[in-house]
């Protein structure tokens, strides 16, 4: 009796995961930066969501709903080299992506990082600036996915694409007429630390971290999904007057506010009352998260919210029937805020 060996079929094999180790690159000065961009990344051949890391084309992933976003960070634009650190730089580049996910309520699964830089910086500076976007990224609980790197006349250029798996995305249009409208952590901090530094002062330290190395709120979005608390939600990148704009476009609604109730960041509640609300309204790059929820539904969690992760959950207001975002008073008038959030095109007010 004889055994018949039929050709093996791609499609019979099962799928190759990223092997971890030192990535296999062909030789010359372009490669070997690489090279060094990907020392040290975590192991990713563990990763069921990683079947095809850094090294190829592409890389490969798997997940129940892909989520895919990017964010451009461009020197003299988002960053000043004179402000930031080249770790801070790359670090607020790709956690201002990784917000997009928190924004949705996804897992993190990794990022791509295109890198367009002067010829003087592709030695340490760009390898520190990629070591940033990698420490955001295993923070977030993603890794270093791969990315493209050029050479730039100037300016240092940091695309960041994301990639996440939600399964049950949080959208902006799920908010509900009568929600109530929440916040994550603390508003206008980062702005404060860039009026301060804008004025050629040395901005509070606590200032300074916000702006540095903010934190996209990723495992808070997660925490929140899974108890049910998020109907709608948007990352505050822009500022909340501007961003809450977004929820209420898509969704149909006027978001109502209570000044009162704004979480304001200490180094901006040191300023005159109008002052504070257009840092902690308009000045963006907060990177924390606004949803809105059934009345009382979020209440019972706070307190487990707040020990989980160290900051809290503040309610701002509600949702009403118009459009557009206001303030409201105890006995329902409204007023215009008289602040929007950051505009690349027409300036910020």
């Keep these: 009796m004889f055994l018949r060996m039929r050709a093996e079929d791609p499609a ?72 930031l650190a080249p770790r801070e730089i790359g670090w607020r580049a790709a956690a201002a992506a990784l917000s997009d996910l928190a924004a949705v309520a996804a897992r993190p699964i990794g990022i791509l990082v295109s890198l367009a830089a002067p010829a003087a ?50 959208l902006r249009s799920g908010a509900r007429h009568g929600d109530e409208v929440w916040v994550t952590g603390e508003l206008g901090g980062s702005a404060a630390c860039i009026e301060a530094l804008l004025a050629g002062k040395a901005p509070a330290a606590e200032a300074r971290e916000r702006f540095a190395r903010p934190i996209p709120r990723v495992r808070e979005a997660q925490w929140l999904l899974g108890r049910g608390l998020l109907n709608a939600a948007v990352d505050l990148s822009d500022g909340l007057a501007g961003d809450a704009c977004h929820i209420a476009a898509a969704s149909g609604v006027a978001v109502l506010l209570v000044p009162e109730l704004l979480p304001v960041h200490p180094a901006a509640r040191r300023r005159a009352r109008g002052q504070m609300l257009r840092l902690a309204l308009g000045g963006g790059e907060d990177y924390e998260l606004c949803f809105t929820a059934p009345v009382g539904a979020v209440e019972p969690h706070a307190a487990a919210f707040r020990r989980t992760f160290g900051i809290r959950l503040s309610c701002v207001g509600r949702l009403g029937g118009g459009d557009g975002v206001w303030f409201v008073d105890a006995e329902g008038r409204r007023t215009s805020p008289g602040i929007s959030g950051w505009q690349h095109f027409g300036g910020d007010t």
């Design 12 to 83: 019979d094999r099962p799928p190759r995961h990223a092997e971890a180790g030192p990535v296999h690159l062909g030789p010359g000065p372009e490669f070997d930066l690489i090279r060094r961009f990907l020392a040290g990344s975590a192991a990713d051949g563990a990763r069921a969501d990683v079947r095809v890391g850094p090294g190829d084309d592409c890389a490969v992933v798997a997940g129940n709903g892909i989520a895919l976003s990017t964010d451009m960070s461009v020197e003299g634009v988002h960053f000043r080299r004179d402000w």
């Design 121 to 170: 910086d592709t030695g340490d500076f760009a390898v520190q600036v990629m070591e940033g976007c990698r420490e955001a990224a295993e923070h977030a609980g993603g890794i270093l996915l791969g990315g493209d790197l050029t050479r730039s006349p100037g300016p240092m250029v940091i695309d960041v694409t994301v990639v996440g798996e939600a399964p049950r995305p949080v």
